[in-house]
């Protein structure tokens, strides 16, 4: 069906609602990333083959569905059965028959699958409904809010959800300024780590004389651990589509891409079928829903570049260029694409527009804080128990995240740091934890915003190697076009194993603080600016631990292997777990009698450190 | 036109040229290796970086590439703080490093009292600073056979999948633009290897000498419309004819004005 009116889309959404409304039961297996990992695709087709040979009343086949990611991956693959919630984890494909006998034919439970919420006294109880998790309970979801609830590739579900209800109220009711208007007022920033003011970087482009503007949507989403724009593409992405044409129609453009990084497939998929079904219904090309609105949008895949997420390479790679930054001294706003006007936002700011237009920018204004309102998304990942997808309101603190929603360190470990805003982002310590998340406060920090990814450490991880890690990945991505970038970070990663492998100076340090320096003001684009934040970072908080390298040559956390010598103390029950767990055979002993190291052989993987139960190995 | 402050001096400019360009039309030397007036700036070495304000910024400043940096009315410039000599000299420090053996690097490192790199200095650097010199006046003249390949510390020049580049004609344009004298090239008798590819070079038809490739001329020829056979012969014979033509002239005139 062609919407070619305002007025055809309510009977339309009438229609899908009570198309879904009349199946009583839904079955939503998520398709993300960590579950589809886990074998979901399986489970959602065991789900089919069964139901289509067996007649249950109330499940219908196509309220068995495939959904994105639902956010809390740690516990995946899931399958959520509504309208009760029924929240089930861990799922297998021999499950499948459990469930549909006992919950969708008896609607009764099936125990063994229900999430376990640890209590205080070690034992721990089952939750049904995941609203009742405290992974989900302390979560506001306003980006995500269709992602994990929704078949991606039926826009009649969107519809369903209230979707392009936004677009036929700003086609209906707005002009473009006031679309503008309603964007600055709410004060939503950039979410793909930037953090200008959204409603600002519109209004520049609107203003500039020209014949041709872009509307770009940056997907490119390349931090390692972070996966909040991949669902929202995989899971959401008419959301997407709705706020970039929200988007055209504000500042007047006929066309647009969507830049989705080459290691998506799924996205660049989901996006495409949902572009193709989109202009079908008339919500892209000429005449949108029947006004005078023409645009168009097509899908430009990236070629495995980080650095073309920074929005000049990205534009250089959409116009078919290599994907190298330029200065900005003349912004992309002016003369972006092909020299042209261009907005550029990233896929959870655009997400996010529809529901600013529906609910008023007052109201994302009352949520967070007064600098940066409404709600982020941010994955969760490290050693996390919870790991997955978040969205909260900006201005909860770090300890929330981690230790409410997160439940804290893997295995019970102390916490020692969290990473936030990607590999040039910086690492807080226990004492940041209590800093409200927004724009400025980390950045005060020392750390940034960036797209929201947060990588959990504990007290096994070394800071030193850490910093290393992370700037081995920017010389890695580094374009190379730049000196300080492609040189400073080369020499401060060089500089930085130097320290874990116990050969470094104080000498060495002085000469790594004066080089980020230059490399932070010298450098050409973003990535080479915030490129030292990882070494910065940790030297400001953990410089203790720097110097026990330099000084002592000693690794406290136990990682650097230069730098360590594993022992078994006499805590050993000579339980052989040790020897049959060690790849190099350098562990001799005997049933119950005292194991012992031979340093010679020892590689110092820490095989044995993990596998021992009694504490029993010593790292030195 | 537009007024902007350089070292304290009012300098007039007109808007939108580089502000590069203005201060050394004041006579301040700033060191460049990326930049050449044949070629749209690009800013990669950064060697150009100045300090800038303005009166209503409040004593914010900022470090920019002044080759590629626009002037505009009430612009207020330092060339050559403290902070800069600092970023230059890690600058010159950092390439030094990866070439160390190159004399134009070590005399300009000189300059900022740096003997030697104060890293590890890589032996094997092929003094290549990435400047993109050549690729940029490769697309210049519309041939584009060279160019940036991989990323980062790893980014090398190179032709197409680093076989003989399919588009050079052997115009050696890349090789004297390099600041560094990375890029070589061999002329043996009517031979000229570059980038690996082979290229006939058109003997002069009165001294046999080698002149340019016959790719070359081939594409002055079309690009500039020059007659066919001017490349016939050699720079030297040409001068000699016309020196002869001009003599006989000469003496002409003389036998018409006796």
């Not at chain 1, 907005?343 to 609910?359: D, G, H, K, W």
């Not at chain 1, 409404?374 to 994955?379: E, L, N, Q, V």
């Not at chain 1, 020499?491 to 004066?514: R, S, V, Y």
Request: charged share 25%; with cysteine.
């Amino acid at each position: 069906m062609r919407i070619d009116s305002i007025d055809k889309l309510a009977a339309w959404r009438d229609e899908c609602r009570k198309r879904l409304d009349s199946q009583k039961k839904k079955v939503l297996v998520c398709l993300g990333p960590g579950c589809l990992a886990g074998g979901s695709d399986k489970i959602l087709e065991e789900f089919h083959e069964i139901l289509s040979k067996k007649k249950i009343t109330d499940v219908t086949l196509e309220a068995v569905k495939k959904t994105g990611c639902h956010g809390f991956c740690a516990q995946g693959p899931l399958v959520i059965i509504e309208p009760e919630g029924i929240f089930y984890t861990k799922v297998k494909k021999a499950h499948v028959k459990e469930i549909i006998e006992t919950t969708l034919e008896k609607g009764e439970l099936v125990e063994k699958l229900l999430y376990k919420e640890r209590n205080g006294d070690g034992t721990d109880h089952a939750i049904v409904d995941y609203h009742d998790i405290p992974f989900y309970k302390y979560q506001k979801r306003i980006s995500l809010r269709n992602v994990g609830q929704i078949d991606p590739d039926r826009i009649t579900d969107y519809i369903a959800a209230g979707g392009y209800s936004a677009l036929a109220k700003t086609l209906s009711s707005m002009t473009p300024q006031e679309v503008i208007d309603q964007i600055t007022k709410s004060g939503l920033r950039g979410r793909g780590g930037g953090g200008f003011p959204t409603g600002r970087k519109w209004a520049t482009c609107a203003k500039i004389e020209s014949d041709i503007r872009y509307v770009l949507c940056n997907g490119d989403e390349g931090d390692p651990g972070a996966f909040m724009d991949r669902c929202i593409m995989e899971g959401d992405p008419h959301s997407i589509l709705e706020g970039m044409i929200i988007c055209a129609y504000a500042v007047g453009s006929r066309e647009g891409y969507i830049y989705v990084r080459e290691e998506y497939p799924l996205a660049v998929i989901n996006l495409q079928n949902a572009i193709d079904s989109a202009r079908e219904h008339g919500f892209l090309g000429e005449n949108i829903m029947g006004t005078d609105l023409c645009y168009d949008i097509k899908i430009a895949r990236g070629g495995g570049a980080f650095v073309c997420g920074e929005s000049s390479a990205l534009m250089k790679s959409v116009a078919g260029e290599v994907g190298e930054p330029r200065a900005k001294y003349v912004r992309s706003v002016v003369k972006g694409l092909h020299d042209k006007p261009t907005v550029l936002n990233n896929v959870e700011t655009f997400a996010t527009i529809p529901v600013i237009i529906n609910e008023g920018a007052d109201w994302f204004a009352s949520i967070g804080t007064e600098k940066s309102t409404g709600t982020k998304a941010f994955s969760l990942a490290g050693k996390v128990k919870n790991t997955g997808l978040v969205e909260v309101p900006m201005g909860v603190t770090l300890r929330k995240i981690i230790f409410d929603i997160g439940g804290g360190a893997l295995k019970d470990r102390k916490f020692k740091a969290v990473q936030t805003g990607g590999p040039s982002g910086g690492c807080l310590p226990e004492d940041k934890l209590d800093l409200p998340v927004d724009f400025d406060t980390l950045t005060k920090a020392g750390s940034m915003m960036g797209s929201g990814g947060m990588i959990v450490m504990d007290d096994r991880t070394c800071m030193v190697a850490v910093a290393r890690y992370f700037l081995g990945v920017l010389v890695k991505e580094s374009c190379g076009k730049c000196v300080p970038c492609r040189e400073g970070l080369y020499q401060l990663h060089k500089l930085c194993t130097k320290i874990t492998k116990g050969k470094a100076t104080e000498d060495d340090l002085n000469l790594m603080e004066n080089l980020s320096r230059v490399i932070s003001v010298a450098s050409l684009c973003g990535l080479g600016q915030s490129g030292p934040n990882p070494f910065v970072s940790t030297l400001r908080y953990f410089r203790d631990e720097y110097m026990a390298h330099i000084r002592d040559k000693k690794c406290p956390a136990g990682v650097c292997r230069e730098l360590i010598t594993f022992n078994i103390n006499d805590q050993c029950t000579g339980c052989l777990a040790c020897i049959a767990a060690c790849p190099v055979e350098a562990i001799t002993g005997e049933k119950k009698k005292l194991h012992v190291i031979n340093q010679d052989l020892c590689t110092k993987c820490g095989s044995c450190y993990e596998v021992c139960n009694f504490d029993a190995v010593d790292i030195k | 036109m537009v007024n902007i402050t350089i070292n304290g001096k009012v300098v007039r400019a007109t808007e939108g040229e580089m502000l590069l360009d203005v201060i050394r039309r004041e006579g301040i030397n700033i060191p460049t290796l990326c930049q050449h007036d044949a070629l749209e700036p690009a800013g990669n070495c950064r060697l150009c970086m100045v300090e800038i304000t303005r009166t209503e910024w409040d004593g914010w400043k900022k470090y920019v590439t002044s080759c590629l940096y626009p002037v505009e009315e009430g612009l207020i410039v330092s060339t050559h703080t403290s902070e800069l000599h600092e970023i230059r000299k890690t600058i010159l420090d950092l390439l030094l490093a990866n070439s160390p053996h190159s004399d134009v690097l070590q005399k300009m490192a000189e300059e900022y009292g740096l003997h030697k790199t104060s890293y590890e200095p890589n032996l094997e650097g092929d003094n290549c600073i990435m400047c993109y010199a050549c690729t940029r006046i490769c697309e210049v003249l519309g041939k584009s056979a060279i160019s940036p390949v991989m990323r980062g510390h790893e980014k090398v020049i190179a032709p197409p999948f680093g076989e003989e580049p399919p588009d050079c004609i052997g115009c050696l344009a890349c090789a004297h633009i390099c600041p560094t004298n990375v890029i070589t090239w061999t002329d043996e008798n009517l031979t000229r290897t570059i980038w690996k590819k082979k290229f006939e070079l058109i003997a002069c038809e009165k001294c046999g000498k080698a002149t340019i490739s016959r790719d070359f001329a081939e594409y002055l020829i079309e690009k500039r419309g020059l007659p066919k056979e001017y490349f016939n012969t050699c720079d030297d014979c040409k001068r000699v004819e016309l020196a002869q033509k001009m003599g006989a002239l000469v003496d002409k005139a003389k036998e018409v004005a006796l």
